[in-house]
């Protein structure tokens, strides 16, 4: 008998684990205030195994903050300035309680004016009008170096070194408390492209530059990336 339970304990723990893994990440996808080619960016999003998606997009996304619920991951991908503080308070208790997330690109310009986006995020392109000293910059359509730089972190391991074109981004304000992933050698590139923050214990931002697109939604190791971000993020990897 008692060998019994032992058995079928075993099985309710394995059949769990199998739930686990073939449960789907629900993921928030937050668009508008910059253009993108949609049925790229779409098509990469409807070829991620495991996962299901609700767009939403601005100015009305923000809302979300006032009530979130049902998502595990929310992916940035807007690039906007307005947001109420009623809003802020919502997302500063989301990230609080816990979430998982993961910016895109241009995801970086948005609420120059807000620091804890900052701080989660890890960094901020600059934007500040005349003040050419310490304004960011941006060049379309460059060919520029991918290097790994953490072999050994759970998004990335097992990849090697490779080359991405697409848009790069210049003088941009990167926390010294990211964990670095991916840097660029390209003279005119911001120095590293892709990093990850542990926010909290409950709550993890993942940031990743090159995703302009069309044509980096494409590539298998942009897809990889992104997926592995996303299941990071949702602490399923």
């Known amino acids: 008998m008692k060998a019994l339970c032992v058995f079928l304990l075993i099985c309710l723990c394995m059949a769990k684990v199998t739930f686990a893994q ?10 508008g205030g910059h253009g993108f080619d949609r049925p790229a960016f779409f098509e990469m999003m409807d070829a991620l195994e495991n996962m299901e998606y609700k767009e939403l997009a601005q100015p009305d996304a923000n809302a979300y903050f006032l009530n979130p619920e049902g998502y595990d991951v ?14 802020k308070a919502g997302f500063e208790q989301m990230v609080e309680k816990g979430i998982g997330l993961v910016f895109l690109h ?19 392109y ?11 910059n941006y060049q379309h359509d460059v060919h520029f170096d991918a290097r790994i730089a953490d072999k050994d972190h759970p998004i990335i391991r097992g ?44 709550t993890r931002s993942v940031y990743l530059q090159p995703s302009h697109g069309p044509g980096i939604f494409d590539d298998s190791r942009y897809r990889e990336l992104l997926k592995n971000s996303i299941e990071w993020a949702a602490f399923r990897r």
């Not at 073939?22 to 668009?31: C, F, M």
């Not at 940035?76 to 503080?85: A, G, L, P, T, W």
């Open 126 to 136: 600059i934007e500040n009008g005349d003040d050419t000293q310490t304004q960011s």
């Open 74 to 87: 929310i992916l940035f991908y807007d690039m906007v300035q307005e947001i109420s503080e009623a809003e």
């Open 159 to 202: 990849m090697e070194d490779f080359e991405i074109f697409d848009e790069i981004y210049g003088q941009v304000f990167i926390s010294p408390q990211v964990n670095v992933l991916i840097s660029s050698s390209h003279s005119e590139s911001m120095e590293h492209l892709m990093w990850t923050r542990e926010v909290n214990p409950k």
């Open 22 to 31: 073939d449960e789907k990440t629900a993921v928030l996808v937050i668009t």
């Open 106 to 124: 241009h995801a970086i310009v948005s609420y120059q004016d807000w620091d804890f986006y900052r701080a989660v995020l890890g960094g901020r």
